[in-house]
């Protein structure tokens, strides 16, 4: 099975040494994506400007991919505290209309401290 690095400049740039994703023949493994432009400044403002930030990072990689935030079957959120949960999700909702299964957990930390970060995987 063939497995693809995916890049695109339209995204933040990786602050590590990582793929924005991974395309195999059945699925796109995208890396987490924090609040964060694509040149590599993080986004201030309120919690649902980060999660519109870090989920429109996931579409320009997908679309690099050749897929879509339609074909997303699965999300992982990250948040550094609970209380942004009903905020995120208010943002979340309107980027993923077809709600694929998702799992929200509270970490202690997240990289250059954001409170925010989203990872998915999506079908080619």
Avoid at 29 to 52: F, H, M, R, W
Wanted: glycine share 6%.
């Amino acid at each position: 099975m063939s497995a693809t690095p995916v890049y695109t400049v339209k995204a933040a740039p990786v602050a590590g040494p990582y793929s924005q994703a991974i395309k195999t023949p059945t699925a796109i493994y995208c890396s987490g994506q924090i609040p964060c432009d694509a040149a590599g400044n993080l986004v201030e403002g309120t919690i649902q400007e980060k999660t519109a930030t870090c989920i429109g990072n996931l579409q320009a990689v997908l679309e690099e991919a050749g897929s879509a935030i339609a074909k997303v079957v699965k999300v992982n959120v990250f948040l550094t505290d609970m209380v942004n949960f009903a905020d995120m999700n208010e943002e979340y909702a309107k980027w993923f209309t077809h709600k694929p299964a998702r799992s929200c957990v509270a970490v202690k930390q997240l990289p250059k401290g954001v409170d925010v970060e989203i990872e998915c995987i999506a079908l080619p």
